[in-house]
């Protein structure tokens, strides 16, 4: 005759409940995390770094030559009649580059936009080939860059002429890499390939599918690149100078040797305005897109 089971006792209730296995997505914090007074000691002494350059060229611009004292003439005479004539060509050069910045976003969203889209969706093999090639242009120096366009642009001048704006198409290249990354960070955080198939099911076409659903999705990295593109661009020299075209930069060197303090004003604004710019993309990253309320 078999033995009776004796019953099992319930566990007791001051037992610690086992620990639950973190989730292989949640992030795990290594080392302590900075207080925000070493926070705001880090930013603030970068910020001084950044700020020492910047306030040594405000304070040239009121400099009245080697007299030593100050003045604002140099601010005011921007703004007469005969300056207008004086830095005709710096004017013309903004023109140029506010040009070239404009075309150069074109490029981008018309050419390197659909392309990612397209290869997301249906080429996810040449993901990383797309990627490789459009870091190479951050890993190869601007002077390299011109000795191999320069073949090319000799067949440009050919056929679309000698004009600015032609470089847009060497800087369509040098933006590549920034544009990419912002692009591609927006690609990853939403549903492509569910967005277009179901716009698809409904009937709309690949055009329809990219204008009307994909592009207001992307509209955050869309901007980021567009911005990016433009701060490269209104900062970039090299190229334009051994191309012999005429922007910014070119134009701002030309003046300094005749009028420091005048390049020096300009250069302040073309920096202020790449500061916005990166701001405006900053607060692009950070920001997240509000829920619907169902």
């Known amino acids: 005759m078999a033995a009776p089971l004796s019953p099992v006792e319930p566990a007791p209730a001051s037992a610690p409940a086992e620990r639950r296995p973190k989730s292989a997505n949640q992030a795990v914090r290594i080392g302590a995390e900075p207080s925000t007074v070493a926070r705001r000691l880090i930013l603030?002494?970068?910020?001084?770094?950044?700020?020492?350059?910047v306030i040594a060229m405000i304070e040239f611009t009121f400099r009245n030559g080697l007299?030593?004292?100050?003045t604002t003439s140099h601010w005011t005479g921007l703004f007469t009649e005969d300056s207008a004539r004086t830095y005709r060509?710096?004017?013309?050069?903004?023109e140029n580059s506010l040009v070239l910045?404009?075309?150069?976003?074109?490029?981008?969203?018309?050419?390197?936009l659909p392309t990612m889209v397209l290869v997301h969706m249906q080429f996810p093999r040449l993901k990383r080939t797309l990627e490789f090639i459009c870091?190479?242009?951050?890993?190869?120096?601007?002077?390299?860059?011109?000795?191999?366009?320069?073949?090319?642009?000799?067949?440009?001048?050919?056929?679309?002429?000698?004009?600015?704006?032609?470089?847009a198409f060497a800087y369509g290249?040098?933006?590549?890499?920034?544009?990419?990354?912002?692009?591609?960070?927006?690609?990853?955080?939403?549903?492509?390939?569910?967005?277009?198939e179901a716009?698809?099911?409904?009937?709309?076409?690949?055009?329809?599918?990219?204008?009307?659903?994909?592009?207001?999705?992307?509209?955050?990295?869309?901007?980021?690149a567009s911005f990016i593109s433009i701060a490269v661009v209104l900062g970039e020299f090299t190229i334009a100078s051994l191309l012999n075209r005429r922007n910014l930069q070119t134009a701002l060197l030309q003046v300094s040797q005749s009028d420091p303090w005048v390049a020096v004003i300009f250069a302040l604004a073309a920096l202020a305005l790449a500061f916005i710019l990166l701001l405006i993309i900053g607060r692009l990253g950070s920001a997240t897109p509000s829920r619907r309320k169902s």
Not at 67 to 70: H, L, S
Not at 101 to 112: E, P, R
Request: glycine share 10%.
């Open 44 to 53: 603030g002494i970068i910020g001084g770094i950044f700020l020492i350059p």
């Open 67 to 70: 007299a030593g004292d100050y």
């Open 89 to 94: 060509g710096l004017y013309q050069a903004i």
């Open 101 to 112: 910045a404009a075309v150069t976003v074109a490029i981008v969203l018309v050419l390197l």
């Open 135 to 167: 870091i190479i242009p951050i890993t190869v120096p601007a002077i390299v860059l011109v000795v191999g366009l320069a073949p090319v642009y000799s067949v440009v001048v050919q056929v679309l002429g000698g004009s600015t704006w032609t470089l």
């Open 173 to 196: 290249i040098t933006v590549l890499p920034y544009a990419y990354r912002a692009i591609q960070g927006n690609l990853d955080a939403i549903p492509v390939k569910t967005l277009s």
């Open 199 to 224: 716009a698809s099911t409904l009937g709309a076409g690949w055009l329809t599918v990219l204008w009307t659903i994909l592009l207001p999705n992307l509209r955050r990295g869309v901007l980021a």
